[in-house]
């Protein structure tokens, strides 16, 4: 499903260079739920962005599926991510103006999925009953806690049926029942949906609810070991 070979990152920040990632390997197979573990710092967040073709590396290349990340252009890298990725952020990244349904029928109307109406709905209610939110569908983001739009956020991601869940840090900012609480229902709607996850995270609690877990530092892959 995922295969990175070699890849490198680079940044610059003013006179110094900051190697993100130094000849980073890793293969995740279809329906796995991978934990990458690291100190800020240690390359975690560059490689989700560059697995979900938000950034591409200076060296090295990631295959997608059938797909070379590094041979496509901007246009087919937006198609990529459209059609197999769905993102899931810690600042959740919801649209304020929009209620809860109308956030997770966003991306539906951005793929331009051809689905009528109905059909949206019923897949969108689907979901937001999978996550608990029947009460809120007409909420607005500030009228929900933290753990309600995190749930919003996983919805939202899973709504276009993606093969790659990407969630870069998905705990940080929840309490720990809260947070005990949302990986049960990704680790859930993994087994349903056989959707691959791919967590960035310091929480060591994220580890559990994983079938292998990778440890970073410095830009380096030190371990990838399977629970």
Do not use: W
């Not at 900051?18 to 560059?46: D, F, Y």
């Not at 969630?167 to 691959?196: F, G, Q, R, V």
């Amino acid at each position: 499903m995922i295969r990175i070979k070699n890849i490198s990152k680079k940044y610059t920040l003013g006179k110094t260079e900051i190697h993100a990632l130094r000849g980073v390997n890793l293969s995740v197979n279809e329906g796995q739920m991978i934990c990458v573990m690291g100190p800020s710092g240690s390359g975690k967040s560059t490689m989700l962005n560059i697995i979900g073709c938000l950034d591409k590396p200076d060296s090295g290349d990631v295959f997608i599926g059938k797909y070379s990340v590094a041979g496509l252009g901007r246009n087919d890298l937006a198609a990529l991510r459209a059609d197999m990725i769905g993102f899931i952020f810690q600042s959740f990244n919801l649209i304020p103006v929009l209620n809860v349904y109308e956030n997770i029928e966003f991306p539906l109307h951005i793929k331009n999925s051809g689905l009528t109406k109905k059909e949206m709905q019923r897949r969108v209610m689907r979901l937001v009953d999978e996550v608990g939110l029947n009460e809120y569908v007409k909420h607005r983001p500030d009228e929900l806690s933290g753990g309600q739009r995190q749930r919003v956020a996983i919805a939202r991601a899973l709504v276009t049926n993606p093969k790659i869940i990407l969630a870069d840090e998905p705990t940080a900012n929840l309490d720990s029942a809260t947070a005990k609480s949302i990986l049960s229902i990704m680790k859930t709607l993994n087994h349903e949906e056989k959707s691959t996850f791919i967590f960035s995270t310091h929480d060591p609690s994220i580890a559990e609810y994983s079938d292998s877990v990778c440890r970073m530092k410095d830009g380096l892959l030190l371990e990838s070991a399977g629970k």
